[in-house]
């Protein structure tokens, strides 16, 4: 395995083709990268390259799989219209059309977060979210990248210049009179894209304010990211790593909570040294680091993956946190397991480890309404069941209400569940009305 130069080089579409590992894969990877990668969003980087991907191996490596395209990523007709024009030399703006048709047929705005979009007066917020009462999410402009981008993104519309569903701010101002007015908000998550490709300065100028006396209702500070998989060199050996270092300390000696919410999808991503060392550093400023990832075909659906990773995650320190099924956007159907499959990896990976990794939740569907989690599949009176919860409500007094519903064994989704027991709605659906009209059922 090639030792990564720690000096970030980024390869997308464009330059892709002078990765020297390139030139021993087989063409027909070549081509799918070139046609799917014009639909999905495809960047990738050298320490991804140089100490994760095993490169003898391609046709089965989960980290190639997570970073370059794959033919089965996009339906086949879509495949093959994005083929045809490609090879027909179309005309630019006859090529932009049809990607544009095919991704808006992905369902870009997967969970209706457009819902979540709250106003300050009569100003739309498109950097934040609040869907649940204690938590704000933030987009800040200026993280809406990524050090690589993941090819399961729920988030993929951000980097495919989808400005209409772009959610994004730079004004930190609004953030604090949005703020000011909602005392009920305990937690700010800072995600994107991910902030951490922000420079250290700019990352300080959005959270300083928040370590006031004025944010004393401001408990905990998150920061979801990929970097510690895809570019750890963030926190060890970029020219503003020690500052970024000072800012988490600085916000752990104000008296506020910092977690960062990292994504890690296969134990791969914590075998390297880097990553030992980024993380090492990180806690030695007091701050936590919770994980998380979705169940992923060809990439760890395998109970003793997880198990593998919650272990090596609690060796190092980490907070095993949840576990997603994938959302319905984008390359679903490429990574999707029917729920009843999700719920019996969680299970047989969960029995596996000690307590100290069964901190995790899941499996956990961040739907429209809520995150609901599948406890089970049980039979009961003659019916066999999903059994199911709300972890976090869009309403919170939904949360932790057991309920029910049909079982489908090629459900993946909850949009393809009906409630059981000859009931007519779940439980939760009176409010459905109120979702679609008003965002916010806790105001």
């Not at 200026?142 to 772009?166: D, E, I, N, V």
């Not at 420079?199 to 209702?217: M, Q, V």
């Not at 991503?269 to 030695?284: D, F, N, P, Y």
């Amino acid at each position: 395995m090639t030792k990564s130069n720690n000096q970030l080089k980024t390869y997308t579409l464009h330059n892709y083709r002078s990765i020297p590992q390139m030139a021993n894969i087989p063409q027909e990877f070549i081509k799918d990268i070139e046609v799917v990668g014009r639909v999905l969003p495809f960047k990738t980087n050298n320490y991804v390259i140089d100490e994760l991907i095993d490169w003898d191996n391609i046709e089965t490596d989960p980290i190639f799989t997570l970073n370059f395209p794959r033919k089965g990523m996009l339906d086949k007709k879509h495949y093959m219209a994005v083929e045809t024009l490609l090879d027909n030399n179309a005309d630019k703006s006859v090529l932009d059309s049809k990607i544009l048709d095919i991704r808006l047929s992905l369902n870009p705005n997967p969970a209706g977060q457009e819902h979540n979009v709250p106003y300050l007066g009569e100003i739309k917020l498109k950097g934040i979210q609040h869907k649940y009462p204690e938590t704000v999410l933030f987009f800040p402009s200026q993280g809406q990248t990524c050090h690589a981008y993941c090819t399961f993104c729920f988030r993929w519309p951000q980097f495919s210049g989808m400005s209409g569903l772009k959610f994004a701010m730079k004004e930190a101002d609004l953030l604090i009179k949005y703020l000011r007015v909602h005392k009920e908000v305990t937690d700010v998550l800072f995600t994107g894209g991910d902030p951490m490709v922000m420079s250290a300065a700019i990352l300080r100028s959005y959270i300083a304010p928040l370590l006031s006396p004025e944010f004393d209702h401001i408990r905990s500070i998150r920061i979801g990211t990929k970097s510690l998989a895809y570019w750890p060199y963030r926190y060890l050996t970029d020219n503003d790593s020690d500052d970024i270092i000072h800012l988490f300390e600085e916000i752990n000696n104000s008296g506020k909570n910092l977690s960062v919410q990292a994504h890690f999808n296969h134990p791969k991503e914590l075998s390297t040294k880097a990553v030992k060392q980024a993380i090492a550093r990180i806690r030695s400023t007091g701050t936590q680091i919770r994980t998380q990832s979705p169940l992923l075909k060809h990439i760890n659906d395998k109970p003793e993956i997880w198990a593998e990773m919650w272990r090596k995650q609690v060796d190092l320190g980490c907070i095993p946190y949840y576990m997603f099924i994938a959302r319905d956007t984008g390359s679903k159907h490429y990574f999707e397991i029917p729920l009843e499959k999700c719920w019996n990896i969680f299970r047989k990976a969960y029995r596996q480890v000690s307590g100290l990794c069964r901190t995790v939740r899941g499996p956990s569907m961040s739907d429209h309404a809520g995150k609901i989690q599948v406890l089970g599949v049980q039979e009961v009176k003659g019916e066999k069941i999903f059994v199911l919860r709300f972890i976090q409500g869009r309403n919170p007094r939904w949360v932790d209400i057991p309920f029910f519903a049909k079982y489908n064994p090629k459900a993946t989704w909850f949009n393809q569940l009906e409630p059981a027991f000859g009931e007519e709605k779940f439980f939760f659906e009176e409010d459905r009305y109120k979702i679609t009209t008003k965002p916010f059922l806790f105001e």
